[in-house]
Antibody
Framework: EVQLLESGGGLVQPGGSLRLSCAAS????????MSWVRQAPGKGPEWVSA????????YYADSVKGRFTISRDNSKNTLYLQMNSLRAEDTALYYC?????????WGHGTLVTVSS | EIVMTQSPATLSVSPGEGATLSCRAS??????LAWYQQKPGQAPRLLIY???TRATGIPAKFSGSGSGTEFTLTISSLQSEDFAVYYC??????????FGQGTKVEIK
């Protein structure tokens, strides 16, 4: 069974930083592209970033480009999202999701709140 | 960026009835469209991909159709567990993969 467990969310001031992690199990992590998708309260999901299986290719939504960095450690089966220069509009539940285009497995999410 | 527009925003349906949800894209998608179901407090769950292919474990009561810019999710004989929010997502012009704003299917 695929399991994705996010962590690292919390309350941060505008301009601050957070690093999210996603521990994966139940599938061959190193063979799968991975994504971060966020959902603001009462809104639809918004794709944030994706990374190839090897980690060599990364992709970002325009709204986070230059501020967020996606990475992975295939030896630890873990996906990361480094978030810098956070803004109020980054407040959302952040999901780790399997694959790049269509997401057949999601974690339960970790909440990021950006507020002073 | 492709904009996805779902209608209606809310659909009131009696248990046992069927429901038809619509999704319109601002550009042609070929067949690169997926549908997700989301219940309160849960992550989205993949129902349909490639317009009409059901994901693993998804019952036949869920069916997808369409092409180009107009797509439909049809749910037959709604049961209590089917009342949820449904999102369409395009992945034809990626990145980004854009989602619609959702259709809430509620009990009438």
């Amino acid at each position: 069974e695929v399991q994705l467990l996010e962590s690292g969310g919390g309350l941060v001031q505008p301009g601050g930083s957070l690093r999210l992690s996603c521990a994966a199990s139940g599938f061959t992590f190193s063979n799968s592209a991975m994504s971060w998708v966020r959902q603001a309260p009462g809104k639809g999901p918004e794709w944030v970033s994706a990374i190839s299986d090897s980690g060599r290719k990364t992709y970002y939504a325009d709204s986070v480009k230059g501020r967020f960095t996606i990475s992975r450690d295939n030896s630890k089966n873990t996906l990361y999202l480094q978030m810098n220069s956070l803004r109020a509009e980054d407040t959302a539940l952040y999901y780790c999701a399997k694959d790049r285009l269509v997401h057949d497995s999601w974690g339960h999410g970790t909440l990021v709140t950006v507020s002073s | 960026e492709i904009v996805m527009t779902q209608s209606p925003a809310t659909l009131s349906v009696s248990p046992g009835e069927g429901a038809t949800l619509s999704c319109r894209a601002s550009q042609s998608l070929s067949s690169n469209l997926a549908w997700y179901q989301q219940k309160p407090g849960q992550a989205p769950r993949l129902l349909i991909y490639d317009t009409s292919t059901r994901a693993t474990g998804i019952p036949a009561k869920f069916s997808g159709s369409g092409s180009g810019t107009e797509f439909t999710l049809t749910i037959s004989s709604l049961q209590s567990e089917d009342f949820a929010v449904y999102y369409c997502q395009q992945y034809n012009n990626w990145p980004p993969g854009t989602f619609g704003q959702g259709t809430k299917v509620e009990i009438k």
